[in-house]
């Protein structure tokens, strides 16, 4: 079989053993959840309702601010405490909405059917925006704008993303092999909206049973390719990916539409299928927790909920918990507390003891050029963290620093361990604080 591929990238240690097998778990909600108001790209949402006020499951609890921007619904059933500075998975503390859950009445989604077919596609957007919908691979970017590509710029290649090609995750995994006629049924509303030629439903060699499983039930869904790529970081990039399909390359600064292209996760394929048939928001998504814990698991999580309360739910950590990280070891992002709370972007969450942390020392760069070689952007790493190091913001923007996807595998490769990814990201910051 031929596998598909892109130029540069690496192979980290999968891990992915620990938690594939746990199939999803439904996790009843904790005392208190927290729903940042900024949990997606754009404007946060606005508060729509009053302190005290009694909220149930479903319920919509903010508005979307402008086009880029989704309202916000409630995990839970209970009261509206106000709200809080609350710290954010992304991080620093934001505003959240804080709500005091009452088990007794807080029960699974009962909506209002909806047959899809009957829909038009600006029927299908308007509900994709109301259910609160964003990408569920870790972007959250609002799913309604994405559906919405520029007029002259028609999509060719819709590619539906099951790569989960970063380390220790499995949620989409556990998706594809659980919730595989879901995936397709809500690939076929996109395919309604976009009106694509083809379709493609793409997924790592490391997980052929979700390949299989997926061929099986796309039998019945003639439109549907499944394709098989190369095991590498970062093959579900969307750039990769939409490379490794087409052979096209996303030019700087552009997205795939610019080469007709169009990505989308399995996770927010079955969103847009719950909310266009069954009237379901977005409350609640799948979560890896996995790393030195007990009992590695896959759960489905009302949103809002704390790490730390999902951490306990694995009968606890293995050793002296040392790094509990938001996502996968390569673009994860370390937490200061385990306070934070599952936002829609939520992925997974790493927990990492005493013998998970591989101590090690920055030294000087010894132009060994391996982060350059990897690099699947083409990107010059030691020219942009030169010209970081050194302020320079304006020379590493020339150098294409805004192309940098934030990867981390010129970091994972760098012999020196230079944290090279995150000056990457403090100078792509750093540059969007002067445009502002
Ligand atoms: S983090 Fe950026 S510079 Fe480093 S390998 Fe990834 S894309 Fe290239
Ligand atoms: S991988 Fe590290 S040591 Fe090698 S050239 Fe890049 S920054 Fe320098």
Same mark, same amino acid.
């Given at each position: 079989m031929k596998l598909l591929s892109f130029k540069g990238g690496t192979h980290p240690l999968e891990r992915k053993e620990l938690s594939s097998d746990a199939h999803i778990k439904r996790v009843e909600p904790p005392e208190i959840v927290y729903l940042p108001l900024s949990q997606h790209t754009g404007a946060p949402s606005k508060v729509i309702i009053e302190k005290k006020d009694e909220v149930t499951v479903g319920m919509k609890i903010a508005e979307g601010d402008g086009k880029i921007s989704v309202p916000l619904h409630s995990s839970v059933a209970g009261v509206f405490m106000g709200v809080v500075d609350y710290p954010h998975p992304l991080g620093e503390k934001k505003p959240a909405m804080k709500i005091k859950v009452d088990h007794e009445k807080t029960g699974e989604w009962e909506g209002k059917e909806r047959d899809p077919e009957s829909l038009s596609p600006e029927e299908i957007i308007k509900i994709v925006r109301e259910s609160g919908i964003v990408g569920m691979g870790g972007a959250a970017f609002p799913t309604h704008f994405k559906l919405q590509p520029p007029p002259d710029k028609p999509i060719a290649d819709l590619i539906i993303n099951g790569a989960e090609c970063e380390p220790f995750l499995t949620s989409d995994y556990r998706l594809m092999m659980e919730r595989t006629e879901d995936i397709l049924k809500g690939v076929d509303i996109i395919r309604r909206v976009l009106n694509p030629e083809r379709i493609w439903i793409s997924i790592e060699s490391n997980k052929m049973d979700a390949v299989e499983k997926m061929k099986e039930a796309a039998s019945t869904y003639p439109w549907a390719k499944i394709t098989v790529h190369a095991t590498?970081?970062?093959?579900?990039s969307e750039k990769q990916l939409v490379q490794s399909i087409t052979g096209l390359e996303v030019p700087?600064?552009?997205?795939?539409f610019d080469v007709g292209a169009y990505v989308q996760n399995v996770g927010t394929a079955v969103a847009i299928y719950e909310a266009v048939?069954?009237?379901?928001? $977005?409350?609640e998504r799948i979560v890896t927790v996995t790393g030195s814990v007990r009992e590695p698991s896959n759960f489905l999580v009302p949103i809002g909920t704390p790490f730390e309360y999902l951490i306990e739910q694995t009968s606890g950590v293995i050793g002296e918990l040392k790094k509990i990280i938001n996502g996968g070891p390569m673009m994860g992002i370390a937490q200061v507390t385990g306070e934070v709370p599952v936002i829609k972007g939520t992925t997974g969450i790493l927990i990492q003891n005493e013998e998970e942390i591989i101590p090690g020392q920055t030294s000087a760069c010894i132009r060994c050029a391996s982060c350059i070689d990897i690099c699947p952007l083409n990107l010059m790493s030691t020219e942009l963290y030169k010209f970081i190091s050194m302020d320079n913001f304006d020379r590493a923007e020339e150098l294409?620093? $805004?192309?940098?996807?934030?990867?981390g595998t010129c970091s994972y490769v760098c012999p020196s361990n230079i944290p090279l990814t995150q000056y990457f990201k403090y100078g792509k910051a750093m540059i969007a604080k002067r445009r502002k």
């Open positions: 590498k970081y970062p093959q579900g700087d600064g552009g997205l795939p048939r069954y009237s379901k928001p $977005l409350y294409g620093l $805004l192309s940098c996807i934030e990867c």
